[in-house]
Structures are given as structure tokens and as C-alpha cells.
């Protein structure tokens, strides 16, 4: 079984949604093998191509790229951009206290190339991976409070792949403007229980009484 055909089982199993939007993806990124044996892709805009990774050696920047990332001890991350899973493989290498890890990806046609490439069983075993495909207005929004307590989005880290800074500068940033937006908002909540808590405890006992010799709506 080819890493796609496992790819494609895996997540026909755990994540349903995720399998049906790349069975109605007909779109795969241009994948192309490097000097050192790995892969990078190739993305036309406007007019021009660009490498995700280096065409020699992606490999080697994407070490670098994963030695210099302080988790201070954080253990929740948020990562802008996959590409082809190398930066995640190496991240979950470098940070294996990492508990739990949501990947916006942009481009559902690289995501759909990088099946071919990093087996996303063996990523799952290292951590909890949570894929979120696309940047629709409140797409991000609303899927991350589906995966993350408001504990989770307060101390969680982001993180990005920086090509994905200059190729989807758009979706970099709608993305990066709805996860901050998410982190606000989780804050506001805490905030509003601990302020709230007391008084939210002490209202029932104090309405006790009326509740109990005032007539019922009926």
C-alpha cells in the first residue's frame, strides 16, 4: 500500500469531512523530487513559479526552521501552512511535549499532494493533529472552537511556514487575523468567568425564596 492509499484510509476513518473534501479535490500541486531524494512544490503566481522548498535541499532549511522555534513551554501550536509535512514532522521531532496541533492550510491541492509524501498515521501517534482546509470568513473561527477549550486557545502558540507569508499573503493573513480573533475572544471569556463566578453562584440562593413562594407561568 502506497502512503497515499494509507493517507487516504486514514483519514476516510478519522475524519470523514476531511476525506470527502479531498475526493472532490481534482486538483493536486506539482510535486518535483530534489538533489537530496525529498520533494518540493511547485506554485504558478502570476505567471511566475515558485518553490515551497529549496530544490537542492529542503531538508536542511527546514531543520533550521524548526531548531529556532521557542515553545516556552507552551504545549498547544497552531501552525499557518503544511505544504508537504516536512516542517510538522520535524516540529513534533524538536517539540515532542507538543499535546496538540492545528494545521491551516490554505491550498486544499498541496494538501492534497502532500498525501503523497509524510503518513498522516504516523504524525497522529506523536500528538493530537487537527487539519483545518481552507480560510473561508469565520471558517477558522468557528472550526477551532470546536477543537480547543478556552484553556487550549488561551496559551496556545502560532507558527508559521513563511513561504505561505508571500505565496497566500491573503490567506496568511485572514488566517492568522481569525486565530488571533479566536485567542481574544477565549480571553474575554475567562475573564468574564472569573469576574462573573461568584456572583453567578450567589444570584440562585439569594432568588431562592421568590422562586419558591411566587406562582409558576402556569
Known amino acids: ?15 470523514p469531512i476531511l476525506y470527502e473534501q479531498i475526493r472532490n479535490c481534482e486538483d493536486v500541486a506539482e510535486i518535483e523530487a530534489t538533489k537530496d531524494g525529498h520533494y518540493t512544490i511547485k506554485v504558478h503566481k502570476n505567471e511566475k513559479s515558485i518553490y515551497l522548498y529549496s530544490k537542492y535541499n ?33 516540529l513534533l521531532e524538536h517539540h515532542p511535549n507538543i499535546q496538540k496541533l492545528i494545521i491551516f492550510e490554505p491550498n486544499i491541492s498541496i494538501f492534497h499532494a502532500a498525501l503523497h509524501v509524510i503518513d498522516l498515521l504516523a504524525l497522529s501517534k506523536k500528538t493530537e493533529i487537527n487539519f483545518i482546509i481552507g480560510y473561508e470568513n469565520q471558517k477558522i473561527f468557528r472550526e477551532l472552537f470546536e477543537v480547543l477549550s478556552y484553556k487550549d486557545m488561551r496559551s496556545a502558540k502560532i507558527i508559521e511556514f513563511e513561504k ?13 487575523r481569525q486565530a488571533k480573533d479566536v485567542m481574544h475572544a477565549s480571553m474575554v471569556h475567562i475573564a468574564t468567568v472569573v469576574n462573573f463566578d461568584k456572583k453567578w453562584i450567589y444570584n440562585p440562593f ?13
Open 58 to 90: 529542503p531538508m536542511r532549511e527546514v531543520q533550521k526552521w524548526a531548531e529556532q522555534i521557542e515553545m516556552q513551554k507552551r504545549n498547544i501550536v497552531m501552525q499557518i501552512g503544511y505544504g508537504l509535512g516536512y516542517h510538522t514532522q520535524l
Open 164 to 176: 505561505y507569508c508571500e505565496i497566500y499573503h491573503e490567506a496568511y493573513q485572514s488566517i492568522l
Open 1 to 15: 500500500m502506497t502512503i497515499y492509499e494509507k493517507n487516504i484510509s486514514f483519514l476516510k476513518e478519522a475524519v
Open 206 to 218: 439569594k432568588n431562592t425564596v421568590s422562586i419558591l413562594s411566587d406562582p409558576g407561568i402556569n
